[in-house]
C-alpha cells in the first residue's frame, strides 16, 4: 500500500505563488507515473499536471501550461507542484495521485493511490 500527502495548499493573492508537495510511504514509487488534479465546487476533477518517474517527459493541463511547474524527487518518494501567477479559476482542492502502470495521459482511473487532498485559494 502507499500512502500519499499532500502539503502546501493555501489562500493566496491573484498574481501569487504556491508550492505544493506530496510524499508518499507505504514503498518506493519505482515506474510510476505521478499526478496532481484539482476539483473545484461543483466541478469535476480534471488533470493538472503529470510526470514520468525519470521526469523527463511531463503533461500540463492548457489552463496552466507556463505558469505552473511539476517535478518529482524519488530519493524522497515525493512531487511537487509550482504554481506561479496564480488566478481565482485555480481555486480547488488539489489532489495527488500514483499510477504504478500507465503514461502521462493515462486515465484518472489507471491511478492506484490518491492523497486526501489539499485547498488552494486564490482571490481576486
Known amino acids: 500500500q502507499v500512502q500519499l500527502v499532500e502539503s502546501g495548499g493555501g489562500l493566496v493573492q491573484a498574481g501569487g505563488s504556491l508550492r505544493l508537495s506530496c510524499v508518499a510511504s507505504?514503498?518506493?514509487?519505482?515506474?510510476?507515473?505521478m499526478g496532481w488534479f484539482r476539483q473545484a465546487p461543483g466541478k469535476e476533477r480534471e488533470y493538472v499536471a503529470t510526470i514520468t518517474w525519470s521526469g523527463a517527459s511531463a503533461y500540463f493541463l492548457d489552463s496552466v501550461k507556463g505558469r505552473f511547474t511539476i517535478s518529482r524527487d524519488n530519493a524522497k518518494n515525493a512531487a511537487y507542484l509550482e504554481m506561479n501567477s496564480l488566478k481565482p479559476e485555480d481555486t480547488a482542492v488539489y489532489y495527488c495521485?500514483?499510477?504504478?502502470?500507465?503514461?502521462?495521459?493515462?486515465?484518472?482511473?489507471?491511478?492506484?493511490?490518491w492523497g486526501q487532498g489539499t485547498q488552494v485559494t486564490v482571490s481576486s
Open positions: 495521485a500514483v499510477a504504478d502502470v500507465g503514461t502521462l495521459y493515462s486515465p484518472q482511473a489507471r491511478y492506484n493511490y
Open positions: 507505504g514503498r518506493a514509487l519505482t515506474s510510476s507515473v
